[in-house]
């Protein structure tokens, strides 16, 4: 009977490498620790450490996102409230 792929999650993974770089087990002892195999742990390691610089080129995005789209809402608040005060000046002008 074939086993189903196990899926593990980002904070396990991170746990797991974040041990593996201190270096005080070796992979093998990791890797019988977790239940997993020693290929599986240099992986996310090194995947890890290839998307490290990214966690700080990423630093002011979420923010700077979450403004744009606050702008967005306020554009759309602006344009609404420019038909009502046109709409109400016809009718008082009327």
Known sequence: MKRSRRK???EFKTKVVLEALSER???SE???KY???????AQWKREFLDRAA?????SGKPEQQQSE???????????????E???LKKKLLS
């Open 69 to 83: 789209e606050d702008a967005t809402q306020l554009y759309q608040k602006i344009g609404q409230l420019q038909i």
């Open 54 to 58: 990214e966690v700080f080129e990423r």
């Open 25 to 27: 087990l070796t992979a």
């Open 85 to 87: 005060n046109d709409f």
């Open 8 to 10: 593990f999650s980002a």
């Open 35 to 41: 239940e997993i195999h020693p290929n599986q742990i």
């Open 30 to 32: 990791l890797a019988q």
